[in-house]
């Protein structure tokens, strides 16, 4: 408990530092990927109208829902990594299965929506709009996959009480920070994508 | 209790994140607002809700806000300089279109 209450008062770096560089070098590349977004779309009349329309016939529920699965995916995460602190791994394990349904979630959902789009006769070629949707979006659904393995092989790591690299302290804080980064990171791509329609 | 109070802490924090996607999203709903539509308001609205959800995640549940102080301002430069320049094509660039 005292180890607790010192994590919890000092000011420290959460994660192993080195791992920080992945996370801004991440946020980087998809933050160069929203502003190419926004110039692309005011780059003319016309393909302001094309991304007007293209915003328009999403499925914005759809989208929605995306977006509700990820913040409660993200609020497990963060309920394990309380439980795992506190020594309770049962209940870290849980809440890590509930982060991992919320991940799949996500994942059926969009494959829903590009089935949709695909049966619609709309691919990445359709217009620059949905050359970029594809794009960002298949980006984001692949760290999505990765961010569900990754929290996979911690809950499996934890269940059988085996102690090597990926059952460390450090890895597990930095598995859950990288799903909080996918969050945030949808959190722009669902208003730029699904709302500024 | 530490541990307690940050897990009240966490359900607060989801709960508002829940709140701010739900206005934001009815907000694209509102017809009563269509010159501010019109002028790019609505959309300097949105970008700005999704900076203020993503700063509350990276403080709350990435834990920065216990963070020294280079890392915490990292993130912050990084979600304000895309939030500005975001914003600022859609304001400079609403006024053409």
Redesign the interface.
């Known amino acids: 408990m005292q180890h607790i209450d010192t994590m919890n008062t000092e000011r420290r770096v959460p994660v192993e530092p080195d791992f920080w560089l992945l996370i801004f070098g991440d946020l980087t590349v998809f933050s160069v990927m929203f502003i190419a977004f926004m110039l692309r779309r005011f780059e003319s009349a016309e393909t302001h109208a094309v991304f007007s329309m293209g915003a328009e016939s999403l499925n914005q529920p759809i989208g929605l829902t995306n977006t509700l699965i990820l913040l409660t995916s993200s609020y497990a995460v963060v309920l394990a990594l309380s439980h795992y602190r506190s020594g309770d791994l049962r209940r870290m394990i849980r809440s890590i299965g509930i982060a991992i349904v919320c991940g799949l979630g996500f994942v059926c959902l969009k494959i829903v929506e590009y089935t949709e789009k695909i049966n619609q006769g709309i691919t990445v070629t359709e217009d620059r709009f949905f050359e970029l949707y594809f794009t960002f979006t298949g980006i984001h659904l692949l760290h999505v996959v990765i961010g569900i393995c990754l929290l996979t092989t911690v809950a499996y790591r934890t269940f059988v009480k085996k102690h090597d690299a990926f059952s460390t302290p450090g890895f597990i804080e930095g598995v859950a920070c990288y799903w909080h980064m996918i969050d945030l990171l949808w959190l722009m791509l669902f208003s730029l994508f699904y709302l500024l329609g | 209790m ?2 307690t109070n ?2 009240r802490q ?2 607060i924090v ?1 709960g508002v ?2 709140l701010i ?2 206005g ?2 009815s ?2 709903e509102v017809t009563l607002l269509p010159v501010f539509a019109k002028h790019g308001v609505l ?1 300097c609205i ?2 700005t ?3 203020v ?2 700063i509350m ?2 403080e ?5 806000h ?3 102080r280079w ?1 915490r301002g ?2 912050l430069t ?1 979600v304000a ?2 939030t500005v ?2 914003v600022g ?2 304001g400079f ?1 609403s006024q ?2």
């Open positions: 530490i541990v940050s897990k966490y359900s989801f994140l829940v996607t739900l934001a999203a907000l694209t959309e949105l970008i809700l999704a900076a959800k993503i995640i990276a709350y549940f990435m834990e920065l216990d963070a020294p890392l990292t993130m990084w300089t895309t320049v975001l094509i859609v660039n053409i279109y």
